[in-house]
């Protein structure tokens, strides 16, 4: 689904690749920033997350070299979700190991 370039998510999705790319491939007298992002696009994985698709430009911006056009896609998971249904698995053996504890106690506490 195509979405407005101008859409919060879709600005915090070229974050992430500004991010990226600073963190691989800048130092310190080589910074980028993201100038425009010209497409974006969002696909919503049931059970997973989203998927933004973005085509936009970088310019390096201590420099001032060239101005690069990119794209990428960016996946938020829904960690939510994920860990809900980890921990309440790993909280429902739990508290079956505590009720299978507290029986036998009782059992060898009401023993003769």
């Known amino acids: 689904m195509e979405i407005p370039p101008t859409h919060y998510p879709a600005a915090r999705a070229a974050s992430v690749v500004k991010s990226c790319i600073n963190y691989q491939q800048g130092t310190p007298h080589k910074v980028f920033l993201v100038q425009t992002v010209t497409q974006a696009s969002l696909e919503d994985i049931p059970g997973r997350g989203h998927k933004y698709r973005l085509k936009f430009s970088v310019e390096e911006i201590i420099q001032k070299e060239a101005t690069v056009n990119c794209t ?29 504890k507290k029986i036998t106690h009782f059992i060898k506490d009401s023993s003769p």
């Open 72 to 100: 990428a896609e960016v996946l938020y998971l829904q960690w939510d979700k994920i860990l809900h249904r980890k921990s309440t698995s790993h909280l429902k053996e739990k508290l079956e190991k505590t009720q299978m």
